[in-house]
């Protein structure tokens, strides 16, 4: 199993960027994924969350109407596309699956503890 998150830069506040979240061996429609972000001395937080095919979608209240969760199955690929983008979104941003068997749901989607494999992060930060 394994993931990698890429598209991370440097965005002037207000702008927008889409990251990636690269996925290979396992069946992507079987699996949800999150993203989550860090930023310097804070915990790990989740921002969103997909569930298997194509069904719910959850966000953290801090990023709901600004940022986008998606999949594409063809491409074995999870999209999270970030705009209006606020300093406050500067961390390190990861994709992640949850463990085998792990149930998530809207109550527990963001506890980083469910989720047993993780990208190695990107970078976003946000500055003018």
């Known amino acids: 199993v394994q993931l990698q998150a890429s598209g991370g830069g440097l965005v002037q506040p207000g702008g927008s960027l889409r990251l990636s979240c690269d996925v290979s061996?396992?069946?992507?429609?079987?699996?949800?994924i999150g993203w989550f972000r860090q930023a310097p001395g804070k915990e790990r937080g989740g921002v969103a969350y997909t569930s298997r095919r194509e069904g719910a979608t959850y966000y953290s209240d801090s990023v709901k109407g600004r940022f986008t969760i998606s999949r594409d199955i063809t491409k074995n690929a999870v999209y999270l596309q970030m705009t209006n983008l606020e300093p406050e979104d500067t961390a390190i941003y990861y994709c992640?699956?949850?463990?085998?068997?792990?149930?998530?749901?809207?109550?527990?989607?963001?506890?980083?503890?469910?989720?047993?494999?993780w990208g190695q992060g990107t970078q976003v930060t946000v500055s003018s």
């Open positions: 061996g396992f069946t992507l429609d079987d699996y949800g």
């Open positions: 992640a699956r949850p463990r085998s068997g792990t149930i998530v749901s809207i109550r527990t989607w963001y506890y980083f503890q469910k989720y047993g494999y």
